[in-house]
């Protein structure tokens, strides 16, 4: 009986998988991963089988009118054009913080006062024009064609470059487009304008000239190597007796040779 005490029991251990089959698991799923990555990059580089037939021209318009639908105020040509609606255009003007852009029917609004009388003479006109700053005065302007004059592409044209264009073709028209505004279409630098400027009567003689003359001296208008006589107060003056309207500030401009 001591001796079957003393026999030592020593239990076998089990495990679940043995050492081979865990050995076939990593290879399989090694060989699964592989797979499933050369898979992935098949799908990758497989070219989609698709047709592509051209637009009809038709369709095309039809899709871009849909796609520009919600422009209010836009409307696409189609040569590719656009016009902003006056309205519109006047909605973004005072949204700029401009209240009165100053729209009135040619020969309607009040003459604005010359700098000087019968008894003050050029010198007074001279005091008067210095008073005014065309920097700051330009921003009527600049509500539109923006501070720095480079204007809005398709709704206000550029006065960066182009106003040293337009002295240069006629040195009073700069003053007609200011005093009687601008209807029809224009071109600028390759990008058509079709809407409409409005007449700036209402100014004084001395802010139109001054803020003419802060334009011809900035924004690159001096470097265009054109030879610039400042306006005064009296050229505005002789330039609005003409009372032309913005239709014929249009004729004149295509009779200048300007697009």
Known sequence: MAEDRGTGFEPTRQYLLSEGQVRIAFVLSAVGMAGLLLLLLVLAMAKPQVRL???NATEFQAGLEAATGALAGYEVYEDGRARIDIDRAMELVAERGVQAPGIVAPGAAPSAPVGGDAAGGADD??????????????ATCAACHQANAAGIPGAFPPLAGHAAELYQAERTYM????????????QVDGVSYNGFMPSHQHLADEEIAAILNHVMTSFGNEDAGVSFEPYTAADVAGQRELALTSDQVHQLRSELGLE
């Open 125 to 138: 006109d001279e005091q008067a024009q210095a008073s005014v700053d065309g920097a700051v005065a330009f």
């Open 175 to 186: 003053l007609d487009v200011v005093l009687f505004g601008l209807t029809g279409q224009i």
């Open 53 to 55: 037939t051209p637009a």
